[in-house]
């Protein structure tokens, strides 16, 4: 591998072209890059970048999940409890659809199919809908029943569950004001993750738009391929979000 | 490695190739995230005691690896990505470790 810094060995960039590669004229080329491949690589790049403080900023959240389990187990056991896994779970299938409907589209724009890559994009809006739906329904629910943090939080379904008819033991009432931190954490994480998906959204809009106009089907597929990234990793979020909110601790002895 | 002076890295091989992953591996991946998925849902059920969270996290993170390696294609992108990605999850990993073990360790003693 050559060490030598560019300036030692000098060359314009016309030069450059004309002795030691020919570029590829395409219109997406910029000209501060060498090859295409470079340019391509230079963008992998950036979005990694990008996704690297995203893990930071959920990471954060991670974290209080992982203390304030540790300290309030039994409110986060109960409260976690309240929640469907039939929807968590249908709704971790929908997001892995959508995701593979994503992957799928990335393929479709570097094999050139402008048909199939609008598809694939509208398939994997519509499964985004369909887990922001469910989504919005699982919150309702927790409207409904006063489970949204605050001053009209209801803690009687955990201080005695047996009147309604759950099989969880009574918490007293101190901890069972602590099952107001498990839900602060399920709709900040959520509500994070579902954010995301609805920026994500409004981006596929705009990116099926262009797609159907076939700019991503004549060799320049950056901004689906960089997409994909962020949409893969909203996904891995909430492969991650579904064990921990739901799943804490389904097998009462 | 080439005798040729290229100190812009414009014949890198790792430039050279763009791997397309093609439907049949997006597929396989596709089945197999869900098989985990249902695995995640019946290994809650079964009471495994300390295990239970840990299993959960197993299968969470092999999903998060499988999605990382193939649906976001670093399988098959240059050593620059790698150790990108590589370096994001270790700094995640470090700050978790560095911060935990204050919690862990500032009351040592008192309890």
């Known amino acids: ?253 | 490695m080439t005798e040729q002076h290229d100190a812009s890295n414009i014949t890198n091989p790792e430039h050279a190739a763009h791997h397309i992953v093609t439907p049949v591996t997006y597929t396989i991946v596709f089945v197999t995230l869900l098989i985990f998925t249902g695995l995640t849902v019946v290994a809650a059920y079964i009471d495994m005691g300390i295990l239970n969270p840990v299993v959960a996290l197993a299968i969470a993170s092999i999903k998060a690896v499988i999605v990382i390696l193939f649906f976001m294609h670093v399988k098959y992108q240059s050593k620059l990505i790698k150790m990108t990605v590589c370096a994001g999850f270790f700094t995640f990993a470090a700050l978790i470790t560095m911060t935990l073990s204050d919690y862990i360790s500032r009351a040592w003693g008192l309890w």
């Open chain 1, 1 to 253: 591998m050559d060490n030598v810094i560019v300036a030692t060995h000098p060359h314009t960039h016309e030069t450059a072209q004309g002795e030691e590669h020919a570029h590829i004229a395409l219109p997406q080329h910029r000209h501060h890059f060498e090859t295409q491949e470079q340019q391509r690589e230079a963008g992998t790049f950036g979005m990694w970048l990008f996704l690297l403080t995203e893990i930071m900023f959920f990471g954060g959240l991670f974290f209080s999940y992982l203390l304030y389990r540790n300290w309030y187990y039994d409110a986060f056991v109960v409260a976690s409890n309240q929640l469907s896994v039939p929807l968590g779970g249908i709704n971790t299938a929908i997001l892995i659809t959508s995701g593979f409907f994503m992957a799928l589209g990335v393929w479709a724009a570097e094999v050139k199919k402008k048909g199939l890559l609008v598809l694939t994009l509208i398939l994997t809006m519509l499964f985004g809908c369909a887990f922001i739906g469910i989504k919005a329904d699982e919150y309702h629910e927790k409207w409904e029943k006063h489970h949204i943090p605050g001053d009209h939080f209801d803690v009687s379904e955990f201080v005695n569950p047996h009147a309604y008819g759950l099989k969880e033991e009574p918490l007293p009432p101190d901890q069972a004001a602590h099952t107001q931190i498990f839900f602060s954490l399920y709709f900040a994480m959520t509500g994070l993750h579902a954010l995301h998906m609805l920026i994500g959204l409004g981006i596929l809009v705009w990116l099926t738009i262009r797609a159907h106009r076939g700019d991503f089907t004549a060799g320049y597929v950056a901004p689906i391929e960089n997409f994909a990234l962020y949409w893969h990793f909203v996904d891995i979020v909430w492969l991650f979000l579904f064990p921990l909110l739901y799943l804490i601790n389904r097998h009462p002895v």
